[in-house]
Nanobody
Framework: QVQLVESGGGSVLAGGSLRLSCAASGYTYSSNCMAWFRQTPGKEREGIASIYTATGYTYYTGSVKGRFTISRDNDKNTLYLQMNSLTPEDTAMYYC??????????????????????WGQGTQVTVSS
């Protein structure tokens, strides 16, 4: 059974940092596109970063570029999101996602929820001012 389990969320003051983890089991994502999304109530799920696990090539949405870093430990089959300089606007439920089909993250679709067929349950990040 394929599972993605996020951890590392919590409450932090503005300017602080958090590191999210997403442990994958039941499937080895060695040449796949994986991503982090976030969602707040009443809004669509937003793709914020993706990584192609074979090469480490990444994409970021503009609002997190320079502050967040997506990375991958293939030996541990774990995806990470290092989040620095957090602001209250980063408050959201954060999800990791994986595409089990062997293909790169595309520039035109890495941020589209529909391209991912496995999702974690989410971890809440709350940033207060």
């Amino acid at each position: 059974q394929v599972q993605l389990v996020e951890s590392g969320g919590g409450s932090v003051l503005a300017g602080g940092s958090l590191r999210l983890s997403c442990a994958a089991s039941g499937y080895t994502y060695s040449s796949n596109c994986m991503a982090w999304f976030r969602q707040t109530p009443g809004k669509e799920r937003e793709g914020i970063a993706s990584i192609y696990t074979a090469t480490g090539y990444t994409y970021y949405t503009g609002s997190v570029k320079g502050r967040f870093t997506i990375s991958r430990d293939n030996d541990k089959n774990t995806l990470y999101l290092q989040m620095n300089s957090l602001t209250p606007e980063d408050t959201a439920m954060y999800y990791c996602a994986a595409d089990s089909r062997y293909r790169v993250c595309g520039a035109s679709d890495w941020y589209a929820p529909l391209r991912y067929n496995y999702w974690g349950q989410g971890t809440q990040v709350t940033v207060s001012s």
